[in-house]
């Protein structure tokens, strides 16, 4: 079942990505060459604590840490550490959220490090844009698998692939509810979008193929082949009309 949301809930949730958005805006700033993935993880979790609310991944199945940080070829879920050490020309996905009196926001981005070379810029992009692409089928009336589709197509008509084993999701009052939201398959299958469903889009991107490991920390997720791999995600809200993007910080600004 997708829960509805009402307008109080969505006002929690609201309040809770707002804060997401600040973390993901100011680590464009704060991710250079030489920082650690710890000093991400710390800077995360004092923003949370700061605006009084909770990390929504610490102890979440056991995860040990406030954000996954995910370097170059990891593509999800990779763990902070004070040992690895960000070098000029990495790419580094950041998923963070916060829990605010009970309810959940989740969004993630991939930043270069210094300077990086342009395949890794336009992976960067298209994971991006793919992420806008599925958004035009976030509204009432269209099919979940709408918005599935509108991402594989724009990844694999840009020379990439989209991960199979992570999905998007239903969020709320737990970080996943239903639906799993893929990213790939046939459009016009799935339940019918309406107003007040609150999603996790986000697309998971490879530069070579889709196939990935998980490590022996039983957290951190690689591409199969080595190459590098880019996330983008946000916590969007059904409406009949445009859909409200709840932890980007230019879509937020003004209507906070
Ligand atoms: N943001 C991830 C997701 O979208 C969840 C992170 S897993 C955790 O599903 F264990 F780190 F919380
Ligand atoms: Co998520």
Same mark, same amino acid.
């Given at each position: 079942? *997708? ?31 030489? *920082?650690? !993935? @710890?000093? &991400? ?13 909770? /990390? ?19 593509? &999800? ?23 605010? %009196?009970? $309810? ?7 930043? /270069? ?12 992009? &298209? ?8 958004? @035009?089928?976030?509204?009432? #009336? ?19 692939? =989209?991960?199979?084993? $992570?999905?998007?999701? #239903? *969020? ?23 107003? +007040? ?7 998971? =991107?490879?530069? +070579?193929?889709?196939?990935? %490991? =998980?490590? !022996?920390?039983?957290?951190? &997720?690689?591409?199969?082949? #080595? ?8 916590? =969007? ?20």
């Amino acid at each position: 079942m *997708i829960i509805i949301k009402s307008e109080k809930e969505l006002q929690l949730m609201r309040e809770a990505g707002a804060v997401t958005a600040r973390i993901l805006h100011e680590l464009s700033e704060m991710i250079k060459p030489g *920082i650690t !993935t @710890k000093e &991400v993880d710390d800077f995360v979790e004092q923003i949370i604590l700061e605006n009084r609310m909770i /990390p929504a991944f610490k102890g979440y199945n056991g995860y040990p840490a406030n954000a996954c940080t995910s370097v170059n070829d990891e593509v &999800v879920h990779g763990i902070p550490s004070k040992t690895r050490r960000l070098l000029e020309g990495d790419i580094i996905s950041v998923d963070a959220g916060t829990i605010y %009196k009970g $309810y959940y926001s989740d969004a993630a981005r991939t930043y /270069p490090v210094g300077r990086t070379d342009e395949a890794a810029e336009r992976l960067i992009t &298209v994971t991006r844009e793919s992420f806008y692409e599925g958004l @035009k089928f976030c509204k009432a #009336g269209f099919r979940l698998s709408d918005i599935s589709h509108a991402i594989q197509q724009y990844v694999e008509n840009n020379g990439f692939s =989209v991960v199979r084993d $992570y999905v998007g999701h #239903g *969020i709320g009052k737990m970080m996943h509810e239903e639906p799993q939201i893929p990213n790939y398959g046939i459009p016009g299958r799935g339940p019918r979008l309406a107003a +007040g469903m609150a999603f996790a889009i986000e697309p998971m =991107v490879n530069e +070579g193929d889709w196939q990935i %490991k =998980v490590m !022996t920390d039983n957290w951190t &997720v690689k591409t199969l082949d #080595g190459k590098r791999s880019a996330h983008y995600e946000n916590t =969007v809200i059904i409406t009949e009309e445009e859909p409200l993007l709840l932890t980007e910080l230019s879509a937020i600004e003004g209507s906070l």
